[in-house]
T-cell receptor, first 109, second 114 residues
Framework: KNEVEQSPQNLTAQEGEFITINCSYS?????LHWLQQHPGGGIVSLFM???GKKKHGRLIATINIQEKHSSLHITASHPRDSAVYIC???????????FGPGTRLSVLP | KAGVTQTPRYLIKTRGQQVTLSCSPI?????VSWYQQTPGQGLQFLFE???????NKGNFPGRFSGRQFSNSRSEMNVSTLELGDSALYLC?????????????FGDGTRLSIL
């Protein structure tokens, strides 16, 4: 079993839809990051979470430490949101980042 | 403020050769981490350097090595290249490498082994 799992693996949505991407992890962590990777490789850090909820524009990220689960929500999705979204946890054991497999999102106009 | 710069962007090598990749972090950032991304394994942590010292290392063979200079620029070296080393190599910098600090990624070096 992978230390960090994401669902769904692939997601296609219509413009304007509400989107949820889930991340579950099995290791002790000190923080969880959500990353966005566009075609071509560039990665942008969206959120860092150690508890609760954060909001930035149309993006919302939540984390439940007890349940070892985080969600990334996109409201009013737009084709420019099409990217791979990666959950990364900072492992207390290895003191390094462990990454989920990513969720490939396509938002159709 | 300039972002993280990785050079070269693309590289083609043959088996058995060695390669050196470069990463210039954001000014003031002292932590540089390297990652390998492949279609099969996804993103994997290689190593982290802080103030010219390797602070942490992932589960990769000794063919993968790195170093950091006094200006925080970092290089990664892979010797005796294998086909499986074909990947996108990303570096990321942060102020001090703490878990609650954002990682700023470069655009990566795409390495192809023939």
């Amino acid at each position: 079993k992978n230390e960090v799992e994401q669902s769904p693996q692939n997601l296609t949505a219509q413009e304007g839809e509400f989107i949820t991407i889930n991340c579950s992890y099995s290791v002790g962590i000190s923080a969880l990051h959500w990353l966005q990777q566009h075609p071509g490789g560039g990665i942008v850090s969206l959120f860092m979470l150690s508890s609760g909820k954060k909001k930035h524009g149309r993006l919302i990220a939540t984390i439940n430490i007890q349940e070892k689960h985080s969600s990334l929500h996109i409201t009013a999705s737009h084709p420019r949101d099409s990217a791979v979204y990666i959950c990364a946890v900072f492992s207390n054991y290895g003191q390094n980042f462990v990454f989920g497999p990513g969720t490939r999102l396509s938002v159709l106009p | 403020k300039a972002g993280v710069t990785q050079t070269p962007r693309y590289l083609i090598k043959t088996r058995g050769q060695q390669v050196t990749l470069s990463c210039s972090p954001i000014s003031g950032h002292r932590s540089v981490s390297w990652y390998q991304q492949t279609p099969g394994q996804g993103l994997q942590f290689l190593f982290e350097y802080f103030s010219e010292t390797q602070r942490n290392k992932g589960n990769f063979p000794g063919r993968f090595s790195g170093r950091q200079f006094s200006n925080s620029r970092s290089e990664m070296n892979v010797s005796t290249l294998e086909l499986g080393d074909s990947a996108l190599y990303l570096c990321a910098s942060s102020l001090a490498g703490h878990s609650n600090q954002p990682q700023h990624f470069g655009d990566g070096t795409r390495l192809s082994i023939l």
